[in-house]
């Protein structure tokens, strides 16, 4: 059963292996426990397209996506997305526009985000958080 979400930033670090923390502990779940959002392979397929090696960065792409299940943004994880922003907008608190459609997402299944980039996300009233960065 799907328990985690990795954000974009997460997925970086662990592709850069810039964190072996979150190596481990990723490594530690199994299989299926941790998914990567229809809306963070976007991002990563902007970064590809828009990198000088596009061939071998997409082939490195699809064989890293082999490994996590995909989370296809559906119509609950937009309504949840959408009352989110306008919620964050109205108290002055805004975050990036596919920040909040994962937080949406994540927030609509019951997901904790795996993110090193916690200050944005705990903006979100009661989104999980954690950063397997600094462990």
């Known amino acids: 059963m ?7 930033n997460a997925v970086i670090q662990l592709v850069s292996r810039k964190s072996d923390g979150l ?3 990723i490594l530690e779940k199994r299989e299926g426990e ?3 959002s229809s809306v963070v392979a976007h991002e990563l397929y902007f970064g590809v397209y828009k990198s000088q090696k596009i061939s071998f960065n997409l082939e490195a792409l699809r064989l890293l ?3 996590f299940p995909i989370l296809e943004f559906d119509q609950e994880d937009a309504r949840v997305s959408g009352e989110l922003r306008s919620t964050l907008a109205q108290a002055g608190l805004p975050i990036g526009p596919y920040d909040v459609l994962i937080a949406g997402q994540a927030k609509a299944r ?3 985000v795996i993110t090193n980039n916690v200050r944005e996300f705990q903006r979100v009233e009661g989104l999980k958080v954690e950063d397997w960065t600094t462990i």
């Open 34 to 36: 941790i998914g990567i």
């Open 23 to 25: 190596v481990r502990l």
């Open 110 to 112: 019951d997901l904790i």
């Open 2 to 8: 799907m328990r985690y979400v990795l954000d974009t």
């Open 65 to 67: 996506l082999l490994d």
